[in-house]
């Protein structure tokens, strides 16, 4: 089963230990991280995640891809399948999806673009027919383009003491 997934214009691999420079600038990035986070990230919690990110991998067979331009192999962000075990209501019951780019490359159709390529990836090797995510309801990009994914609202609910909405996908 191939991990490397390319499309038209990027180049998604699993997260690697040499993404952790680019890592730490997107978790910096206020663009970025307002409506994942209550604050930016420090490298040490940069590292964390990234080890997080690469371990997803090896006990799972799936998690985060890094997500880079197929032309000049510049960071754009990452996208993945996921479960970490949220403690939700309701519980995650499926793999999970997410997604997030750099504020530069945002707008331009590839975060449209990747996260297609995960799910076609997530419903031929996972045999996942339905995948789940978790949006902060003033995400407003991510709402729309979960809409576009063919995500519809399964709930609304409480993580980490923040409103956010369930959504789910499911596929053919």
């Not at 990230?41 to 985060?64: P, S, T």
């Not at 003033?138 to 995500?151: H, K, M, Q, T, Y």
Request: net charge negative; with cysteine; charged share 20%.
């Amino acid at each position: 089963m191939s991990r490397v997934i390319e499309t038209d214009r990027l180049i998604l691999t699993p997260v690697a230990e040499g993404d952790y420079a680019d890592l730490c600038a997107l978790l910096a990035d206020p663009g970025f991280f307002r409506h994942i986070f209550p604050q930016a990230l420090n490298a040490e919690e940069a590292w964390f995640r990234l080890l997080r990110d690469i371990g997803h991998w090896q006990v799972m067979g799936y998690g985060n891809w890094t997500i880079r331009t197929r032309d000049d192999g510049r960071y754009v962000g990452s996208v993945g399948l996921l479960n970490y075990h949220r403690i939700v209501d309701p519980a995650f019951d499926a793999p999970e999806i997410g997604w997030g780019l750099s504020p530069a490359f945002q707008g331009r159709g590839m975060a449209f673009e990747a996260a297609t390529a995960a799910v076609a990836w997530a419903e031929h090797h996972l045999k996942a027919h339905r995948l789940v995510c978790m949006i902060s309801p003033a995400n407003g990009p991510s709402l729309a383009l979960a809409g576009r994914l063919g995500f519809v609202p399964s709930a609304d609910t409480i993580y980490k003491g923040e409103a956010v909405i369930l959504l789910e996908r499911c596929g053919t």
